[in-house]
């Protein structure tokens, strides 16, 4: 099977840079993507409408190019009328190469079409994580807008290899991820 573009180019470019870069002496020890998780969210919704669960899966799939799991409610809230075990919201993890064919399409193709798109914050979870929120999930060239489906929001965490923020900061830069500014680092 033929590997995915950015793929390649991690192996081929990113990796060999960044181990310069870094002055890493190991090339085991560059940090690489180690998986991409989805989740949406789709709360009051799914409570009210038994299909909507349905419909974030089918567009989750799609997004992803992999089937999505159901996530249930954990605790029962009689104000939103919720109880436990129902599904609330839908995830799906990636990785390997459906991961680096995922990235490739959020870098290149779904972030330009977010509306006044100003750059992503330079914020990681201090671990070399990073999550993004999205909030209208029709960025995605995969999704068809129809005016009868509510459009919800969509969270990406991308979980890299590097112990701390300098190192996966310098690995995501490397991808190209469009960061307002540079942090001081």
Not at 102 to 111: E, T
Request: no cysteine; glycine share 10%; net charge positive.
């Amino acid at each position: 099977m033929k590997r995915s573009r950015l793929a390649e180019q991690y192996i081929n470019e990113i990796r060999p840079a960044l181990q310069k870069e870094l002055g890493l002496t190991n090339v085991m020890m560059v940090p690489r993507l180690s998986k991409i998780v989805l989740n949406v969210g789709v709360g009051g919704s799914a409570v009210a409408d038994s299909k909507a669960i349905q419909v974030a899966m089918d567009i989750i799939e799609k997004i992803a190019g992999q089937k999505p799991v159901k996530r249930l409610a954990r605790k029962s809230i009689a104000g939103f009328k919720l109880r436990e075990g129902m599904p609330i919201g839908v995830m799906v993890t990636l990785r390997g190469d459906m991961m680096y064919e995922f990235f490739d399409r959020f870098i290149s193709l779904a972030l330009p079409k977010v509306r006044d798109f100003q750059g992503l914050t330079t914020n990681l979870d201090g671990r070399g994580g990073y999550n993004v929120g999205i909030k209208d999930w029709t960025v995605f060239p995969e999704v068809e807008f129809d005016m009868g489906k509510k459009v919800h929001g969509l969270n990406i965490t991308v979980q890299t290899s590097a112990d701390n923020d300098a190192h996966g900061y310098a690995l995501l830069k490397a991808f190209k991820v469009p960061f307002k500014v540079s942090p001081k680092r």
